[in-house]
């Protein structure tokens, strides 16, 4: 077998599109193998970097990197907002904190790099202390020198002579089972770890409503009342249950939700260019201003004027106080307060016609509370329907991890979105195919000599 040399390479379509130059495949991974220095320099570089990219984040925006610190129950400690503040917590943090706090995902999470460190540390040393010095001693033994030497297009085994005898191979070999074993038992030892802390989860949370919620999906139609539905579940003899609810079949409350939200968020900006944020004012009371901004009366409107030349920022400096303008259609100047009240009242009362309405219509999903989680529980594995793919139940998610605006969704609609997606992701991958197996060859080796030949030999040099 002789080494390919850059003037037999024929740089054409055939070779600039060889399906052996893409990422991922056997003769990608023969030709372009990393030692371990490398490996271990680039790797610990990159997460140097993510580290600090990560510890800056945090402390620019800690709403975002620490959102569960406005939940009122189940909240975390706080951490320190210095650079590194996070590590020393987060290293001395309880799986027991972390399940009360975070919940059975976030546990898990952590275990699996855990079991990921701890694989890496048992591989790492019978590598090194097997593999190296075998490769070291007898990786030439066995082997059959080429004419000419080594290139740098060679692979490390392309030159062994038999496989089914000698050290290097037998140790090798050896050593393929052994990794495999060593895998084997950390898959094993994390998945009983996973049912030991799905068993104590369910012991915290089998008072919480969330463990005694079923969600049931693909209703049938006539199945789409509270009333039937009670029944249904309640004819199984499983046990009783506690409340029903079935989503409606429109997301006209939940789009109304969010504009109410977003005219309530502009009003408080509004509050906030005048007050400030925080207010300053010793007698500043919030739920007297909230009071009488809801309060749709002259003499409300009188004493909120009164209060906020009182509390405004300005008051204390003997400035000239004035309320906040908006700009509105066509180019006119309004109050931004009154302005942002006025919409704000239009916005709820159109919450309250989308709450009517979606009180009509009846969509194919539900959600069923149970007295007792073992009720629920039992329910939830039970094909309760004749039709398979019809009224399929499981556990309730939380709250938040549930995607509202689209539960009331048709499931057909949710199949095409679906369907979609898919033929959306393989589209990408075929035309991706393409532009990453030619640009991995023009950056390979193999191509780069062909117009610097110099370049083997400084590689050959530094290997």
Known sequence: MSSATPTDLNIGGEFLFDWGNAPGTGPYFTANNVDAATQLT?????????????????????????????????????????????????????????????GLDAVLYLRAYRMFIYLFVVLSVLGMGILYPVNYFWGEEDGVEPVGGHTVFDSPLAYVGDLSSGKYAGAHVVLAYVFAGVLFFYIDRFSLHVISMRWHYLLLTRRSGNSRTLMVTHLPRELREEKALWAFVEGMQVGHVEAVHVAPATDTLDRALAERAKKLGALEAAYARMLGNPCRARTYDALLLRRVALTDTEEAREVERRLLHRWSKKADK????????????????????DHWREQLTLADRRVHEARALA??????????????????YVISQLNVYARPSTCKIRMAPEARSIVWRNVGKPYSKKTLRHLGGLLMTTVLLLLWCVPVVLISTLISLRFLVTRAPGLADVVQNNR
Do not use: K
């Not at 400690?77 to 001395?92: C, D, E, H, I």
């Not at 003997?318 to 307060?337: E, M, N």
């Open 359 to 376: 009180a009509e219509s009846r969509g194919s999903t539900a959600f069923v509370t149970m007295r007792r989680p073992v009720d629920a």
């Open 42 to 102: 680039s790797a610990a570089l990159m997460g140097t970097i993510c580290v600090f990219v990560f510890s800056f984040l945090r402390v620019r925006w800690p709403e975002l990197y620490s959102h569960r610190l406005r939940l009122r129950h189940m909240r975390p400690a706080n951490l320190p907002r210095t650079l590194f503040g996070w590590v020393y917590p987060m290293v001395t943090m309880s799986d027991r904190h972390v399940l009360e706090t975070m």
């Open 318 to 337: 003997g400035h000239r106080i004035q309320r906040p303008t908006q700009l509105v259609w066509p180019f006119r100047r309004v109050d931004a307060i």
